[in-house]
């Protein structure tokens, strides 16, 4: 399999109004501008530093999401050009690309990223924590950013009914925050577990391997 058919097979798979979200990380410049030149726009990286470099060697109009888990002091080095922060994991952090985003005269849209997955490991808001920011944004804190939706990642297992339970908890803190505002993303799925969160509401989806092939690590 190529690039070229994966891309269209991945496609075909999702209906008109999902998004996606073609993830790059570890994967040369090459391929993405391959898979740009099909007409895929939305990219997403989970390292800063690889971002950073290859972002200026790419077209200007492809919008980057940051996908992975933010370091405070990174944020300044995206700031300037970053679509969508879909890993929103604390208000420590959401203050600080507020203030990196009003420097650059922006508004930078954000995921909270909400921990669903029943394994230890995963970055994330509990409910709780991702209501409270919620309530902050609404009452007009933070001018320069728009939270836009909701990310999350279900547990590594081939247990499709646990995986549909987790994306379902997402789903339904989703309606409730959307009474209270429009909101646009529910990002949840990826290559292997995609089919399972749009059955379960996710309207973008973050592919990488199924398009791009396996990552490796060891370059
Ligand atoms: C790497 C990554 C993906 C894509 O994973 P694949 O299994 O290669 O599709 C999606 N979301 C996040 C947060 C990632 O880090």
């Known amino acids: 399999m190529n690039i070229q058919e994966n891309y269209s097979t991945i496609k075909k798979q999702l209906p008109e109004n999902v998004q996606l979200v073609a993830v790059s990380k570890t994967h040369p410049v090459s391929a993405i501008q391959e898979v740009y030149d099909l007409g895929q726009r939305v990219f997403g990286e989970n390292k800063v530093q ?30 300037e050009f970053i679509d969508t922060i879909q890993s929103v994991d604390s208000e420590k952090l959401i203050r600080e690309i507020n203030k990196e985003a009003a420097k650059h005269n922006r508004i930078i849209k954000v995921l909270l990223q909400v921990k669903i997955a029943e ?48 994306f379902l908890i997402l789903k339904r803190l989703f309606d409730e925050l959307n009474q209270l505002k429009h909101l646009e993303t529910l990002s949840m799925g990826m290559s292997d577990d995609f089919p399972a969160a749009i059955e379960c509401g996710a309207n973008s989806v973050r592919v990488g391997s199924a398009i791009f092939g396996r990552r490796d690590y060891s370059k």
């Open 50 to 79: 690889e971002l950073t470099e290859k972002y200026p060697l790419l077209p200007k109009d492809i919008q980057w999401h940051l996908i992975g888990h933010l370091q405070t002091n990174k944020v300044k080095y995206i700031a």
């Open 119 to 166: 394994e230890e490991s995963k970055f994330g808001l509990d409910i709780h924590e991702a209501k409270s920011i919620f309530e902050q944004f609404l009452s007009g804190e933070f001018q320069n950013i728009n939270i836009t939706g909701l990310m999350g990642m279900a547990t590594f297992t081939d247990d499709v009914n646990q995986i549909k339970k987790e």
